[in-house]
């Protein structure tokens, strides 16, 4: 029987089974309701042994706490306020039971269904921020959930249903094009992606509000010029341009307004504008002009010859043992001064001479911070040689004068070409089904889209290569076998990851390496914009740990080599990796006639639909020419033929012994170190590509 009771007469029994933080009940949010709509279900008490009258909750704590909240904020009189409340006399273990079944047969309303009730209500009041306040949550979320109810209908209906996760679904709704949604949707439903593969296929159609380029054109142009914004409410500061064209377009006329005006002003051949900090890949097939410093004049000879004479001063009074800290740290200092004005002296930009400026060039640069800017370098269409030369300039002048020097250096220049050389290797041969050898270049190509599996599989595992990266550098230190790399030079360090040495150049293309690439898009490339290695490592250091980790697993992935060098064994620790991720190497790669059966002898694939479907399958390709086998077991093993159930399952599960991953760690091994396996299995991101079909 339901009755009232006094709210300053309840307290929360010990064997109330809620025994989460207050912050994380969300007491507020059921404050809140609670406030609007007062207590809409009864709490289940038993009476207290002292003092009498009193009552102890035992199922009903998150509203009890909500209650003693109002109370304390003053909202509500503690000794006048009444909570209906159903009174159970039992001993202890049938109380908590109780609590515990109750708590236990509770039902969470879905992210959907949140969804269409926030929809509902804005539609019932248009009022945001009240529907926020009455329900304890915050503006945002509300809108959030506006937003996942205004998903395309396809995606909103597998929300629903559970078939996609709330992560997911918010990908998807980081647009409001329900256009771009379904188109991503039709291509992604299937192939069980992350939803960071999802708002990164998303974005690539989009500009960051933060991008150079919509820095550069500023919000106001795009706007008028007829471009969009689309708020991305579930990540902060993330905004998208959805008409990336206009702002490029709008980036371009500015830029070569600019590009125009300086070229005019300075007199060169050219200046070409581009997007980006860094003239790398723009400058490829050009040359980098070599610019000589300018001549020191008679006055900067002398005043070098100044500066060493006082620093030989500095150095022999530091000897005198009775000088004070005071007076040592005076000398110092004087003496950084020193040193900097000469390294000012002996490092002077470059004069580019008035001659040189109709054959040289340069490029207009767009910072990280959207300013335009002119980089330093100059380029030419044909390699330019500067040639200096010594000589009294009084020489070179037909009025004798010095200038501001005597004796200095003067330069030419001469145009040449050069071309660079090519090199070509060779590997040995791999064996096919059948005992038949393949060529080196498939055995090659085999090993490298062999490894960009690997390499996608581990972009799913950030912790896992962190622990392979680890394993790499530590191992290495103890059980060296190449000598230091450069880095020992650049930056302190013989750590490195640099892009694996492939045996041969362009390979077919595969699922594996375009999901590598489209991760590599999706990355946080801002601090590479930086000039110096240092104000790259402070750029990088401000990323959020899920970036870096990003970047971890991409420049691990990426590292992996092919093979063992000009050998054909498999890699051990690769195959524990593969082992680890479970990959399926089948789901990644299927045998093609460019990839695979056009490369191998018709005996070799004779042999191997021998061991596919037996004899009967073998005869049925037996009297075809090579290529019309080869276009037939391209159908077969992609699933396409219309063959017996098991041959088909067979040839789905096929792929050449160079593509699998043995791992051959011994059971007892396994043992010893636990059941680390399947705990690192069971950390695999359901929504990982590893399992998707191909």
């Not at 273990?93 to 269904?113: C, D, G, I, V, Y």
């Not at 990280?368 to 040639?387: C, H, V």
Request: one cysteine or more; a negative charge.
């Amino acid at each position: 029987m339901i009755q009232t009771v006094k709210l300053s007469k309840l307290r929360l029994s010990p064997i109330n089974v809620r025994r989460l933080p207050e912050e994380k009940l969300q007491i507020p949010q059921m404050a809140a309701d609670i406030e609007a709509r007062g207590v809409l279900q009864n709490l289940l008490v038993t009476p207290a042994k002292k003092p009498r009258g009193t009552f102890e909750v035992f199922d009903g704590g998150r509203r009890l706490r909500a209650l003693q909240r109002l109370a304390s904020a003053g909202t509500i009189n503690a000794d006048g306020y009444d909570v209906p409340v159903m009174v159970l006399q039992a001993d202890e273990a049938t109380l908590s039971e109780t609590s515990t079944a109750t708590n236990f047969q509770q039902l969470k309303m879905t992210p959907a269904e949140e969804c269409r009730a926030f929809q509902h209500f804005i539609g019932t009041s248009g009022d945001i921020d009240a529907v926020a306040k009455r329900f304890g949550v915050t503006r945002r979320f509300v809108e959030g959930r506006l937003r996942l109810a205004s998903l395309a209908e396809p995606i909103f209906e597998a929300l629903s249903a559970g078939e996609i996760t709330i992560d997911v679904a918010k990908a998807y709704a980081s647009t409001e094009n329900q256009e771009k949604q379904l188109l991503v949707w039709t291509s992604y439903q299937n192939n069980h992606v992350n939803a960071d593969t999802i708002r990164r296929v998303i974005a690539n159609e989009t500009l960051k509000a933060n991008d150079p380029i919509a820095i550069l054109v500023g919000e106001p142009r795009y706007i008028v010029a007829g471009g969009k914004v689309d708020g991305d409410l579930f990540t902060d500061g993330n905004d998208r341009w959805v008409n990336p064209e206009i702002a490029h377009r709008l980036a371009g006329e500015i830029m070569e307004a600019e590009a125009k005006r300086i070229g005019e002003e300075m007199g060169l051949a050219w200046i070409r504008p581009i997007a980006s900090n860094y003239a790398h890949n723009a400058a490829h097939g050009l040359y980098r002009v070599i610019l000589q410093p300018p001549a020191l004049t008679d006055e900067l000879v002398i005043r070098l010859q100044q500066i060493d004479q006082r620093r030989g001063e500095i150095e022999a009074d530091l000897q005198d043992e009775t000088l004070s800290a005071d007076a040592i740290k005076q000398l110092d200092q004087e003496d950084d001064r020193l040193l900097a004005d000469a390294g000012e002296i002996k490092n002077r930009a470059p004069v580019l001479p008035d001659e040189l400026r109709p054959h040289v060039g340069a490029f207009l640069l767009l910072t990280p911070q959207g300013e335009m800017r002119l980089d330093t370098q100059f380029y030419s269409e044909q390699q330019i040689l500067i040639e200096e030369q010594t000589g009294n300039a009084s020489e070179d002048r037909p009025d004798g004068e010095h200038g501001e020097g005597g004796d200095r250096s003067t330069s030419r220049f001469r145009i040449g070409d050069s071309e660079p050389p090519r090199e070509s290797k060779h590997r040995p041969e791999a064996v096919a089904p059948g005992g038949k050898p393949l060529s080196a270049r498939l055995y090659d190509e085999l090993a490298m889209q062999r490894r960009d599996i690997l390499a996608s599989s581990l972009l799913a595992q950030p912790a896992l290569a962190l622990d392979y990266a680890l394993f790499v550098m530590i191992d290495s230190r103890s059980y060296p076998w190449s000598p230091a790399s450069d880095n020992a030079v650049k930056y302190g360090t013989t750590l490195g990851a640099s892009r694996p040495q492939d045996p041969v150049g362009d390979v077919p293309a595969s699922r594996a390496r375009d999901y590598l690439a489209e991760a590599h898009e999706g990355l946080d490339a801002a601090w590479t914009e930086h000039e110096s290695e240092v104000d790259r490592f402070e750029a990088f250091r401000a990323l959020d740990d899920d970036s870096k980790a990003n970047w971890l697993a991409y420049i691990v992935a990426t590292s992996l080599q092919a093979k063992h060098g000009i050998s054909n064994e498999h890699i051990p620790l690769q195959n524990r990796l593969a082992s680890i991720l479970e990959v399926d190497v089948a789901s990644w790669w299927r045998p093609t006639s460019d990839n695979f059966f056009d490369r191998v002898n018709k005996g070799s694939i004779l042999s191997l639909l021998n061991d596919i479907g037996g004899g009967l399958l073998t005869s049925r390709h037996a009297s075809l020419k090579k290529t019309e086998i080869s276009e037939s077991c391209q159908k077969l093993f992609a699933g396409d033929a219309i063959v017996e159930p098991e041959i088909k399952a067979a040839a789905l599960a096929w792929v050449p012994n160079a593509m699998r991953f043995s791992d051959i760690l011994a059971d007892d091994t396994l043992e010893a170190f636990g059941d680390a396996d399947d705990a690192e299995a069971d950390d695999v991101d359901a929504d990982s590509p590893i399992a998707a079909d191909a």
